[in-house]
């Protein structure tokens, strides 16, 4: 009786046993790989980028529009670090979209004195994994509004397109 509780005590590892632990290995490394299969082997996260992205301001009085030029450097409205160079600028009729009392549907409105400029930028930055665009702690992204001064306007934008440049 006394040896077969050694025997059970001593137990030896087996095939099946080296197959259960090299299973668990490859389930805990595929997990790592899922979740972000390009963390594991990438190295440094911080590529440089050149981006060029359009940032709508929307309801420009016409007069003001002359201080927004081609050419001109672009900077963070507070901080002033610079976030690219204007490299186009469009203007649209600045519309509005109102509910008419008694109809069923919405009536375009064209605002008087008023435009929407639409400025393209272009920005040498840093793409980083995880976060994005950005340039000096600025993140640049589809959807963001951004405080932008540039040589005789300031004003808040939506950026509205943004493409990696060649």
Known sequence: MENSINNRKKKKVNAFDILLIVVAL?????AFWILDPFYLFSGDQKQPASITYVVVFRGVDDDVIEGISQGSTVT???TG?????????????AVVW???E?????????????????VTIHLDCVYEQG???????QQIAYGTDLSLR???FVGTGECVSLSVSK
């Open 26 to 30: 490859a389930l805990a490394f595929a």
């Open 76 to 78: 963070n409205a507070s």
């Open 81 to 93: 670090d610079v976030l690219g160079k204007a490299t186009s600028v469009r203007k649209r009729d």
């Open 98 to 100: 109102e509910y008419v």
């Open 102 to 118: 008694g109809e069923s549907n919405m009536v375009k409105k064209t605002l008087e004195g008023k435009s929407d400029v639409y």
């Open 131 to 137: 976060i994005g665009y950005t340039i000096n702690g």
């Open 150 to 152: 540039l040589s005789g």
